[in-house]
T-cell receptor, first 115, second 115 residues
Framework: KQEVTQIPAALSVPEGENLVLNCSFT??????LQWFRQDPGKGLTSLLL???SQREQTSGRLNASLDKSSGRSTLYIAASQPGDSATYLC???WGSGGSNYKLTFGKGTLLTVNP | NAGVMQNPRHLVRRRGQEARLRCSPV?????VYWYRQLPEEGLKFMVY????????ESGMPKERFSAEFPKEGPSILRIQQVVRGDSAAYFC?????????????FGDGTRLSIL
């Protein structure tokens, strides 16, 4: 069964700290992996998309890495700010069966950055 | 330069009524997806539509739920004879061709409450 797991479920850090969020997935034959941010009562904002052929993607203070062989991705946030407080979701698509459009989500990590 | 637009943002229905959720994709996107987020659970795929066609409805409950994406107008997710268990946040996403690894862009969701 293809599943996505995110640990920890919640994380609280002081402002300015660098942090890493973890995502693991079963079945290494992924098509791509996407990191999202969800604010309370809001929709999902796409942060980074990593294709299966890529090892990492960067956007500003965010860096996402992908290691298919170990079934893991990490989202690195540098110099965290209170505005980074949100739930971070990892979502994977697998190419098998032609279903490379079907996002499978983890349950997310709730990040709180304290001033 | 509007993103995915969903309405209404909040919808309250009594048991047995019908709920209609609307989604207008990003301009130029012809691929639409619906996901459901139940309380305390991750987002789950429901259905994938491409103009006038249902491509994959494997995540839709077999009864009471239907979806359409007509040639003109928004995509509609319709829930007939709603029950308490239908209370959830329903998110719509759109993309360019998923076969080219294009990211999905999400709306802010419709929060459905069943009395």
């Amino acid at each position: 069964k293809q599943e996505v797991t995110q640990i920890p479920a919640a994380l609280s850090v002081p402002e300015g700290e660098n942090l890493v969020l973890n995502c693991s997935f079963t079945d290494s034959a992924i098509y791509n992996l996407q990191w999202f941010r969800q604010d309370p009562g809001k929709g999902l904002t796409s942060l980074l998309l990593i294709q299966s052929s890529q090892r990492e993607q960067t956007s500003g203070r965010l860096n996402a890495s992908l290691d298919k062989s170990s079934g893991r991705s990490t989202l690195y946030i540098a110099a965290s700010q209170p505005g980074d407080s949100a739930t971070y979701l990892c979502a994977v698509t697998w190419g098998s069966g032609g279903s490379n459009y079907k996002l499978t989500f983890g349950k997310g990590t709730l990040l709180t950055v304290n001033p | 330069n509007a993103g995915v637009m969903q309405n209404p943002r909040h919808l309250v229905r009594r048991r047995g009524q019908e709920a209609r959720l609307r989604c207008s994709p990003v301009k130029g996107h012809s691929h639409v997806y619906w996901y459901r987020q139940l309380p305390e659970e991750g987002l789950k795929f429901m259905v994938y539509l491409q103009k006038e066609n249902i491509i994959d409805e494997s995540g839709m409950p077999k009864e009471r739920f239907s979806a359409e994406f007509p040639k003109e107008g928004p995509s509609i997710l319709r829930i007939q004879q709603v029950v308490r268990g239908d209370s959830a946040a329903y998110f719509c996403a759109s993309s360019l061709n998923p076969g080219q690894g294009m990211p999905q862009h999400f709306g802010d969701g419709t929060r459905l409450s069943i009395l």
